[in-house]
């Protein structure tokens, strides 16, 4: 089989898969079923991408439009080979979840086809060199998001809001029906898009290719000087922070949890949310900024993307602790994740350290990317059978019921221990080889303390949330008012598959060259102390997973995310809404006057009575007009006037 065969069943099978079901949506008996076709698209992919990790290396490049250096190009090195399999293994077991998550549900044809169309443009983002390729599949990501968060446009049940409804802080309610929760995201994403695509334009104009591996950044860099290099990376970088919801563009993403469960586990552990960290390892792999300290402008942008990572760590972690939605919470425990993956992966413009010839900081942002991936799909995924089995979004459940409920509870207590970097667990080795970046940072560069020291409060914080998590749904909490355990084989074998990966991901540290640095870190003095820490931390929020006086104030206004939601619902539509009335008073106005009632028909008006100042009537008038000007062209050209 011809390469380019591999790469066409990798992305257009689960696509193709899923079009049945968009012709039968008026069939029942036929949309029952087709899930099965859609579901076997996706393992296509899988097998796909397994192939390429184990059989393919380097670039591969098919014609496209090559008089544009515009061709599909794909690149298959150790991150897109690795997260291509990751994504579409998760995809996958989502996938299989789906089959008894979505049954029964209104419009499954649409369901299905966004759900595959999304996974193929991950893929698409994974696997592409070509810089135009990659924002075709950024925006087939952004597009199916749209349909897949807003799928129950209907807003017919209070279990599929976000929010308290009625609750109100000044003009504002914070209650979000799921038709509000794509626009929100699709908005705040095109934010950051329109200046994405008009960086990649700059650097095709620029270029000579538009292959990120192939791209000379630092000759580019220098021909830009600092402030075209700042502003190019900016415009680049918005793309990336608006997609992976960083701070302050996070609100898309905790409205986003009125979308089905589903499509929570597959935007915030693989794809969507993923993409815009992954993309910024991706272009940092082949920018080699360590390489170019003496390139103005790149130290600014790094320590830029290193700032705001670990602030939006911090951020969605304080918010997590006041949350008590089930999907919120996890959703702003992600957003606290993928700040520190971008964190961590800036940090490679101080780190010179390679293992196996890959970047230190890069490899520790990747893994942790990929562990991060399937825990967090797994707790998303036992959240929608929890809010199934107890019909709320709220945290409740106490012990009796975890022990009715064992599946869920074990998969939560495996990838809540697995994740906060508890030793001697997957994430504790991984967050290991983070604590000795940000120490790096410190003993190399001592004007930058301030990382290692958000580092640590966020993994403090972040292990309190899981333990708060786990205890409020299985241990601790408040008995639900309806239980309906029965059923859902297909959801506890979707979860169990996805927390099993964190075992072979574990395996792997320990077996693998490139991950030789995390073990080692991991005997550090100071990643025991952080490790520990972490461990102390969850086993007191396991068993207080309440405070009284924090609830009250501290914990509303982390619940209230901060009051970040004004932003995005109250200030900028105000600024957009006077912008709008400004164009419409002034401009359109303006513009009207200009062309239609004003100064073009004032104009022409003029012409005209002139024109007719000089129509008499007569024939010979017009004659002599006529002589006129040619006689004065006639003396004009006798003296050089003019060249004929």
């Known amino acids: 089989m011809n390469d380019w065969m591999f790469f066409l069943l990798l992305f257009l099978t689960p696509v193709v898969s899923s079009v049945p079901i968009v012709f039968a949506y008026k069939n029942e008996g036929w949309t029952e079923k087709l899930p099965y076709l859609s579901v076997f698209g996706i393992f296509v992919s899988v097998l796909m991408s397994l192939h390429i990790l184990f059989a393919m290396e380097g670039q591969y490049s098919y014609p496209w439009i090559p008089e544009l250096g515009i061709n599909f190009v794909f690149m298959c090195d150790y991150l897109n080979s690795y997260m291509g399999v990751v994504t579409a293994v998760i995809a996958f077991f989502i996938a299989i979840y789906g089959l008894d998550y979505m049954k029964g549900d209104y419009r499954p044809s649409w369901y299905w086809f966004c759900f595959n169309l999304f996974t193929a443009s991950m893929l698409l983002v994974v696997y592409s060199d070509n810089l135009f390729l990659l924002f075709v599949g950024w925006e087939g990501l952004g597009a199916a998001s749209w349909g897949l968060i807003g799928h129950w446009f209907r807003d017919d049940d209070n279990i599929s809001y976000v929010g308290k409804a009625g609750r109100k802080v000044g003009p504002l309610e914070l209650s979000w029906p799921p038709s509000s929760g794509g626009w929100r995201a ?92 992954f993309v910024f390892l991706k272009v940092t792999w082949y920018i080699e900024p360590w390489h170019l300290h003496d390139v103005p402008g790149v130290e600014q942008i790094y320590t830029l993307v290193l700032f705001v990572g670990l602030i939006s760590g911090l951020y969605g972690a304080l918010c997590g ?37 890959m970047n230190f900081a890069l490899l520790v942002a990747f893994w942790y990317m990929a562990t991060h991936a399937f825990a967090k799909a797994s707790l998303f995924l036992v959240s929608g059978h929890l809010i199934h089995a107890t019909h709320s979004r709220f945290l409740c459940g106490g012990f009796e019921f975890g022990k009715r409920f064992k599946p869920a509870f074990i998969v939560t207590i495996i990838a809540t221990t697995f994740l906060i970097g508890m030793p001697p667990l997957t994430a504790y080795w991984i967050k290991s080889g ?43 909490g408040d008995k639900p008012e309806h239980e309906h355990l029965e059923g859902g084989g297909l959801m506890k074998l979707g979860y169990g598959l996805m927390v099993s990966v964190l075992f072979i991901l574990l395996y792997l540290i320990f077996t693998n060259e490139e991950t030789e640095g995390f073990v080692h870190a991991g005997y550090l003095s100071v990643s025991l102390a952080v490790g520990l820490g972490a461990l102390i931390v969850y086993a007191i929020a396991l068993f207080i997973p309440r405070i009284s006086i924090f609830s009250r104030v501290p914990g509303t206004f982390f619940s209230d995310r901060m009051y970040l939601p004004f932003l995005n619902d109250y200030i900028v539509p105000k600024i957009g809404f006077f912008i709008a ?46 002589l006129g000007f040619v006689m004065l062209f006639i003396i004009l050209a006798s003296i050089g006037g003019i060249s004929l």
Not at 194 to 212: D, E, G, R
Not at 329 to 338: G, P, Q, R
Request: charged fraction near 10%; charge should be neutral.
């Open 321 to 357: 602790s006041g949350l008590l939605e089930r999907k919120v919470l996890l959703a702003a425990t992600t957003m606290s994740s993928i700040g520190l993956m971008f964190a961590a992966g800036a940090a490679s413009f101080w780190i010179h350290h390679e293992v196996a010839g």
């Open 186 to 277: 699709i908005s705040t994403i095109r934010f950051g898009d329109v200046p994405m695509f008009f960086a990649i334009a700059v650097i095709w104009v620029l270029s000579p290719t538009l292959n990120i591996s192939e791209i000379e950044w630092g000759t580019l860099f220098v021909s830009l000087g600092a402030a075209g290099t700042i502003i190019l990376m900016l415009c680049f970088l918005l793309g990336l922070f608006t997609k992976s919801a960083q701070f302050p563009f996070s609100e898309w993403l905790m409205t986003a949890m009125t979308g089905p469960t589903t499509v929570s586990a597959l935007l915030h552990s693989a794809t969507m949310v993923a993409a815009g960290a």
């Open 434 to 476: 983070m604590d000795e970046v940000m120490e790096h940072l410190y003993v190399h560069e001592p004007h930058i303390i301030l990382p290692i020291i958000l580092l640590v409060t966020t993994s403090l914080i972040y292990s309190a949330v899981m333990a708060r998590f786990l205890s409020l749904n299985f241990i601790k």
């Open 581 to 626: 009335y400004i164009v419409q008073e002034f401009g359109n106005r303006g513009i009207d006057g200009f062309f239609n009632t004003r100064v073009i028909p004032g104009i022409f008006r003029a012409i005209s009575r002139g024109i007719r100042a000089i129509q008499t009537g007569p024939l010979s008038s017009y004659v002599k007009i006529v």
